[in-house]
């Protein structure tokens, strides 16, 4: 399954690190899957915010790009999100997935930013 952790609550302008590790999955499942990090505001749909693939290609929503990294470790089937300069806007439940967004959800981890 997948854990998330890491989220908490911050001041505008602080910074927060993500962790999802996938604990079930070999790494040759893990590792050929472009992962990316997902959002949901309250009252709003799940959106992709970044994504990073087997070779470290990376995208972002623009709203959040030079201020968010993606990355991962395939050693340790975890994926990062590295969020600085946060804007209360980013407040959401934070969650990872593939892509293709092919395995269950998890809990997701709780990022609140105050003004």
């Known amino acids: 399954r997948l854990v998330e952790s890491g989220g908490g609550l911050v001041q505008a302008g602080g910074s927060l690190r993500l962790s999802c590790k996938d604990t079930?999955?070999?790494?040759?499942?893990?590792?050929?899957?472009?992962w990316g990090w997902y959002r949901q505001a309250p009252g709003k749909q799940r959106e992709l915010v970044a994504s990073?693939?087997?070779?470290?290609?990376?995208n972002y929503v623009d709203s959040v790009k030079d201020r968010f990294t993606i990355s991962r470790d395939n050693a340790r089937k975890v994926v990062y999100l590295q969020m600085t300069s946060l804007k209360p806007e980013n407040t959401a439940v934070y969650f990872c997935?593939?892509?293709?967004?092919?395995?269950?959800w998890g809990q997701g981890t709780q990022d609140t930013v105050s003004s």
């Open positions: 079930r999955a070999i790494t040759s499942f893990f590792n050929p899957k472009t």
């Open positions: 990073i693939s087997n070779t470290w290609d990376t």
């Open positions: 997935n593939t892509l293709e967004q092919s395995r269950d």
